[in-house]
């Protein structure tokens, strides 16, 4: 097993925000206002994005400053990849209300997924200076530091967060998951259990809780765990990604292979179904398709130690350079056809996709 650090997801994120208010103070607007943000907030939690952006464009006319219609307008487009409208409306909302912790925890992931890493420099800073936001100012900081792969201050971070608040889910998540790169599994499998105990719906939790029980022998554990995620619905990627996980560990990389696939299809940055796919592609002898499948799980993820070693194996290298490039019959040596690049898209097999999520 092999795993990397994912970015919460906009869908996980939304759900742990549509629990309760998104907000640190009520504000109250007038009616027809209140109204149409609870029918988008509806529409937002069955992820009707385009339905919900309509009935919260209403409500910003009528409340321009609507702090909780800002954020889940953020979510909204975020969800989208609008990246834009996300950094818009996320901004307007850190301008009128400075404390709204999760509005610039959300605006973060917009700088992450357009990999503006400075502006993300900013929001720690800011942070670091609203009350109560130390602990998303070091979350931050380490996230930042694990992309610059200085793995030493991302843990210090992390642990400084989790010390600021203890029941940070991401933070004992992110902890789990670089104690196993490290190859600690005990202190992989504490930071695991803790990011479950404080957020027990979170199926990537509970999966990789799962993966990591299977993989030192608490069987019946792991086989528990595994079966709860598969019947929360929230996640579908990481329930076929758990049954594709399944099906390559019992020798079948065909199923693995379209599983990961239909993972893949509800979540496109979910770079551990990339990777499964790509070793399944390999084993079944589609190595062009298995290369741009461990570059897309890079992308992700640019520590992804598996990914980078498959892809050093498997991309075509250059012919060595010789003082006579003929051979002996005088023959000119034949060119190479390019490697497959980074941009290409996974093959469409057939499988059925679905179209997401985590906060990072």
Known sequence: MSWNLRKWGVAMAL????AGTFSPAEAQYNVAAE????????????ERWDDALTALTDVLKKAPNYPDALYLAGICHLSKGDYANAEKRLKRLTEINKEFIGGWGMLANVYLATKQYDKIKDIVAALGKVKGGKAESYYFAGLLAYLQSDFAQAERDWRNAVRAQPDMAKAHYNLGSLM??????????????????????????RYSLADLQLEVGSKAEG??????VRQQTLRKDIAHLAVARQMWANGHADKAEKLALQAIGDNKDLSEAYLLRAKALEKLGRKDEALISYKKALEGDPNYKEAKEAVQR?????????ENTADVSGAEGVEEEPAATDNAEPAD???EIVDSPFAD
């Open 15 to 18: 759900a742990c925000c549509l």
């Open 180 to 205: 196993y790169a490290k190859g600690d599994r005990v202190r992989a499998m504490q930071g695991l259990k803790d990011a479950l105990r404080y957020e027990p719906e979170n199926p990537l939790y």
């Open 223 to 228: 086989m528990t765990n595994l079966d709860r």
């Open 35 to 46: 109204q149409g943000y609870k029918r988008a907030r509806t529409m937002a939690s069955n």
């Open 314 to 322: 498997l991309a075509p290298q250059p012919a060595a350079a010789t």
């Open 349 to 351: 097999d057939g499988a």
